[in-house]
C-alpha cells in the first residue's frame, strides 16, 4: 500500500463552482454562489479550496459559468501563491467553447469533458470531484485512500442523516461491505443503512475517481445524446448498474474536535446562509473557524482592526456575542448576536440584533435592524426600522418563511422613494 502523502500528490481536485444558487435570491443577482461572503471574511468557495490544499492536494481546476468575475477576483487576489515551478496549480476554467461545441457546460461530466487537456496536463493518477458551494471541514486524503484500498471505479462521500430527511438529496443504498447497491434521486421513502435503518445516505456530490477510468467514461458519455451529462444522473448510476460504486461516510474524515457533530452546510437559501452565519456567534459553534491545523485560508484584505467608539446613555458602541470583522467602525451603536463583515460603519444610536452584515455596509444613524442580512455596499438610512413589522417590511424587502429580512441596495431605493 502506498503511503497517503504520496496519494495526494498524485490527485488532484476538480471544483465544479459554475451554479447560479437561485434560492439565494438578490444574494446571486451579482455573484454566483460559491463567491458569497461567508463567515465573516471568507467566500463560499474558500471551503472546498482549503479542504484540498488541507490535505495535501496541489493540483486545482476551478469550472465557473454564471457570473463568474466576483469568483475569480476572489480567487485571482486570495489563492495566487501556487507556484508552478513546485509543481502547484490552480487553474480557472471558464466555459469557452473549448471543444469546438456549445458555449456553457451541458452538465457536471461535461465539464470535465471541456477540460480534458488540462487534466491531462496534470498528470495525475486520481481526481476528486467537488461541489464548490457547500460549508465543512473534510480531508480528501481519507477517502481517497478507501477508494484506492477497495478498488472502486468511484467512490462518493455521503452525509449520515436522519431517514426521512434524506428525501431532499441523492441517496445511497448499500451492502454491509458499504459497496453502492441502488443510487436514488430524492426518494419519497429513503433507505436506511445495513448497520441502522433509521439513517440514510445522502450523496455530498463528491467523487473519487482514477483518471484513466473517468477519462474513458466521459468521452463515451460525450458521445451519448441521451445523456445529459451530468455526474448525478448519468455517469454515477451507471456505474452503480454495471461497476462497483463504493460509499464514503462523512464521519469517517470530517475534521472537528474529538466528541463533537460532524458539521455539513449547504447555505443555499436566504434562511440556511443567515443562520449558519449565526451559529458562528454562539458560545462554542459546531463550526470551528479557529482551528490553526486546519485554516479557511481566503483573500484578506488588508485594514486596520475593528474600532468601538462611544460610551453615552443610548450611544454606546458595543457588540455583545457577535463576530466583527477588521475595518470595521462601530461608533456608538448596539450589536447584538450579529456578524460584521469587513469594513462595516454604523452610526450613532443605531440597533443591530441578529444580523449579518456583508462588507462596506454603512448604517446611518438611528436605524434599527434585527434578523436581517444586508448586501455587501448597502446604505442604510437614517431610522430606517426593519425586522419589527413583517408585513411592512414586505412591501419593499425580500422576508423569508422564517422571517429573516434580506436587504439590497436597490429595495432600499425603492423603501426611500416611498417615505
Known amino acids: 500500500m502506498e503511503d497517503s502523502r504520496r496519494l495526494t500528490q498524485r490527485s488532484m481536485a476538480f471544483v465544479l463552482a459554475g451554479g447560479r444558487g437561485s434560492r439565494l435570491k438578490e444574494l446571486t443577482d451579482r455573484r454566483v454562489k460559491p463567491a458569497v461572503y461567508f463567515g465573516g471574511k471568507a467566500r463560499i468557495i474558500d471551503f472546498a479550496l482549503s479542504n484540498a490544499m488541507n490535505s495535501g492536494i496541489r493540483k486545482m481546476a476551478l469550472a465557473t459559468q454564471y457570473k463568474a468575475h466576483s469568483l475569480i477576483r476572489h480567487c485571482q487576489r486570495g489563492w495566487n501563491f ?31 469533458t471541456q477540460n480534458f487537456d488540462i487534466v491531462d496536463d496534470y498528470d495525475v493518477d486520481y481526481v476528486i470531484i467537488l461541489a464548490g458551494d457547500h460549508i465543512y471541514k473534510m480531508d480528501y486524503e481519507i477517502m481517497i485512500r478507501q477508494h484506492v484500498e477497495t478498488k472502486a471505479d468511484v467512490t462518493i462521500g455521503c452525509l449520515t442523516v436522519p431517514r426521512m430527511e434524506a428525501t431532499a438529496f441523492g441517496v445511497m443504498a448499500t451492502d454491509a461491505n458499504g459497496q453502492i447497491t441502488d443510487f436514488l434521486e430524492k426518494p419519497a421513502d429513503p433507505p436506511g443503512t445495513p448497520d441502522d435503518p433509521s439513517v440514510a445516505l445522502a450523496s455530498m456530490g463528491i467523487y473519487v475517481f482514477s483518471w484513466k477510468f473517468l477519462r474513458e467514461l466521459l468521452l463515451k458519455d460525450s458521445e451519448d445524446p441521451n445523456s445529459s451529462h451530468d455526474f448525478g444522473n448519468d455517469l ?49 459553534p459546531e463550526l470551528d473557524l479557529w482551528d490553526r491545523r486546519w485554516p479557511i485560508w481566503t483573500y484578506s484584505e488588508s485594514v486596520p482592526p475593528a474600532k468601538f467608539i462611544h460610551d453615552e446613555r443610548d450611544r454606546r458602541g458595543i457588540a455583545i456575542s457577535s463576530m466583527v470583522s477588521g475595518g470595521c467602525i462601530i461608533s456608538g451603536t448596539e450589536v447584538r448576536n450579529s456578524l460584521m463583515f469587513t469594513n462595516v460603519h454604523t452610526n450613532s444610536f443605531a440597533v443591530l440584533d441578529q444580523a449579518v452584515v456583508l462588507p462596506r455596509v454603512v448604517v446611518n444613524r438611528s436605524a434599527r435592524l434585527r434578523k436581517v442580512v444586508i ?34 441596495q436597490p429595495m432600499v431605493d425603492k423603501w426611500t422613494a416611498a417615505q
Not at 103 to 109: D, F, H, P, V
Not at 259 to 282: H, M
Open 82 to 112: 501556487f507556484r508552478a515551478e513546485r509543481n502547484e496549480f490552480l487553474d480557472i476554467l471558464p466555459a469557452s467553447q473549448r471543444m469546438g461545441g456549445e458555449e456553457w457546460y451541458r452538465g457536471t461530466a461535461d465539464a470535465v
Open 375 to 408: 448586501d455587501s455596499g448597502v446604505v442604510i438610512p437614517e431610522r430606517m426600522v426593519v425586522g419589527e413589522d413583517p408585513a411592512e417590511d414586505g412591501k419593499f424587502f425580500r422576508v423569508s418563511d422564517s422571517g429573516v429580512t434580506l436587504i439590497t
Open 236 to 284: 454515477i448510476p451507471g456505474i452503480v448498474k454495471n461497476g462497483k460504486a463504493m460509499a464514503h461516510r462523512f464521519d469517517d474524515s470530517c475534521v472537528r474536535d474529538e466528541g463533537a457533530p460532524a458539521y455539513w452546510k449547504d447555505v443555499g437559501t436566504v434562511d440556511a446562509f443567515w443562520q449558519a452565519n449565526i451559529d458562528l456567534t454562539d458560545f462554542t
